[in-house]
């Protein structure tokens, strides 16, 4: 039987409320429009259903609602469970359904998905055989050519984020950024949430492309959501002014696709498809 506890210490990270506002903060946008920009190109046309799997307390899902998507979230913390049902209650396009759950084992149907998300699931997955599970559990419930958009936290990134910000000071810093560019692995056993994060996994790109093979999935693009554009002094303050943050996304969307610079972007994205009928394009 396969084991879907959340690990304690991931559970204690997004129980101090961290996840519900933290796309809104200006210096963390990018992600978000940049996911957003992603998503609308890559998820079939609406009225498409939608599997948010690990979705959070629904930003992502909430958005694709309102362009005309079915969209059911699922998520294995209580807390962002309850604060979708709030948002989707208060929205004039709520969610298809909200529900408490893991992405090793989905409580939906073979073959009923057009598309699902792994926004956040594969880097808090430590192992590969939770992160093929995933893969599995994505394939199954999606339909012939359906699609997974999936995410993983670059394995590059956050040593020259850390370095920026001047955090390789704090105690276990070094130790940890030395053992995630080794191993993938990353901890933070003294629990400083805000600058240290939590257990996670960091991909490599071509990790990330060969956990979607193995799947029996066919790549069809793997992008950098942020680019280095995380890594700018000034990235708040660009992306607060409409002609500063349009300049910052057109050069990211240039590049999204460049292999050089996928590994300094904090987030990867892959695109890939299930074997059989045609893949679904979206609304771009």
């Known amino acids: 039987m396969t084991d879907t506890s959340l690990d304690p210490e991931i559970l204690a990270f997004y129980n101090e409320g961290y996840e519900q506002d933290r796309l809104a903060a200006p210096h963390r946008a990018i992600e978000y429009l940049r996911t957003m ?7 079939p046309a609406a009225p498409a259903t939608v599997y948010d799997v690990g979705g959070g307390p629904g930003r992502y899902a909430l958005a694709l609602a309102a362009l005309g998507h079915r969209v059911h979230l699922l998520d294995p913390v209580p807390l ?16 298809a359904s909200v529900r408490l759950g893991d992405a090793r084992a989905l409580p939906y149907e ?6 699902v998300l792994l926004l956040g699931p594969l880097y808090h997955l430590t192992t590969a055989s939770g992160r093929a599970r995933a893969w599995a559990e994505a394939a199954r419930v999606l339909k012939p050519g359906g699609t997974v958009i999936a995410v993983g936290a670059s394995r590059f990134y956050t040593a020259w984020q850390m370095l920026s910000q001047d955090l390789l000071a704090l105690p276990g810093a070094e130790d940890a950024v030395a053992e995630h560019l080794a191993t993938g692995q990353h901890r933070n056993p003294g629990r400083d949430f805000e600058r240290l994060w939590t257990t996670a996994y960091f991909h490599t790109p071509e990790e990330l492309t060969g956990e979607a093979a193995e799947a029996g999935l066919t790549v069809r693009a793997l992008l950098a959501v942020e680019g280095p554009a995380k890594l700018l002094p000034n990235l708040a303050e660009q992306m607060t002014g409409d002609e500063g943050r349009e300049r910052v996304l057109a050069v990211v969307r240039r590049t ?6 996928l590994g300094l972007s904090s987030h990867i994205l892959v695109v890939a498809h299930t074997p059989g009928g045609k893949p679904a394009q979206g609304a771009v």
Do not use: K, Y
């Not at 920009?37 to 998820?43: A, E, F, P, S, T």
């Not at 073979?110 to 598309?115: E, G, K, L, N, V």
């Not at 999204?256 to 610079?261: F, G, L």
């Open 256 to 261: 999204e696709a460049e292999r050089s610079v």
């Open 110 to 115: 073979t073959h009923s998905a057009d598309a």
């Open 80 to 95: 962002h469970t309850e604060q979708a049902v709030a948002a989707s209650e208060e929205s004039a396009h709520p969610l």
């Open 37 to 43: 920009d992603i998503l609308v190109r890559h998820v």
